[in-house]
């Protein structure tokens, strides 16, 4: 008897068990305040019916100035097969007019990392891509210096180039804040010579003071 009685509680132990780990679904019943209990937030870019493309973010509103812009420029991308703004961006003046040794030395640095690799780092297009012919790059670069083209090439439409891409040449408006896009157009315009470091601006408007001073 004491045995049957073992057998049968470890039976209706089982059946507990083997009820209690059940796949059937359980409601929780009624939640006290369901808007903190379940967000209403859509997730970036997840499908949701309050905008017309379906997304949550739509990107910046035309005209906006992104937070620490410091040059921000509001010609936009052109649409395939129309080249307007990039031939509006000729306008754009330079901000960065000059380069101290310091902002040179930093702007080669950011241009040996984002452009070297195709212009090279004597800006002649013999970068290791192109490598004399023997790269992996099945075309030349663009010779930044020792070019026409691009000695004559305006500094807005250089600009447009490096922030929304030209040719085989994508966007780098990711990598490069606009100040430093704008920097590295006047590095290029100082290794063209069309423009002069800082130091030599100051040096020679020293030795024309002392000189009309005599």
């Known amino acids: 008897m004491k045995r049957l009685t073992i057998v049968l509680t470890a039976l209706i132990a089982m059946m507990v068990v083997a009820t209690g780990c059940s796949d059937v679904k359980r409601t929780p019943g009624k ?32 005209g906006t100035v992104k937070r620490g812009d410091e040059y921000p420029v509001h010609i936009e991308s052109d649409n395939i097969g129309d080249t307007a703004n990039y031939f509006a961006s000729r306008q754009l003046p330079n901000p960065v007019t000059s380069l101290s040794d310091a902002q040179i030395k930093e702007t080669e640095r950011l241009y040996l990392i984002n452009c070297g690799i195709c212009h090279g780092t004597k800006l002649d297009g013999n ?74 601006v100051v040096s020679d408007s020293t030795t024309m003071v002392a000189a009309v001073s005599k």
């Open 127 to 200: 970068g290791p891509l192109w490598k004399d012919g023997d790269g992996p790059f099945p075309a030349k670069p663009a010779a930044l210096v020792g070019d026409s083209k691009y000695e004559s090439m305006p500094d807005g439409q250089m600009f447009y180039s490096l922030t929304y891409g030209k040719n085989l040449m994508g966007s780098y408006a990711s990598q490069l804040s606009a100040k430093q896009r704008w920097m590295i157009i006047t590095y290029i315009k100082i290794k063209q010579g069309k423009l002069k470091p800082a130091s030599e």
């Open 31 to 62: 939640v006290y305040m369901p808007d903190m209990a379940y967000s209403r937030a859509y997730e970036t870019y997840s499908t949701n019916p309050v905008f017309a493309d379906g997304r949550t973010s739509q990107g910046p509103v035309a």
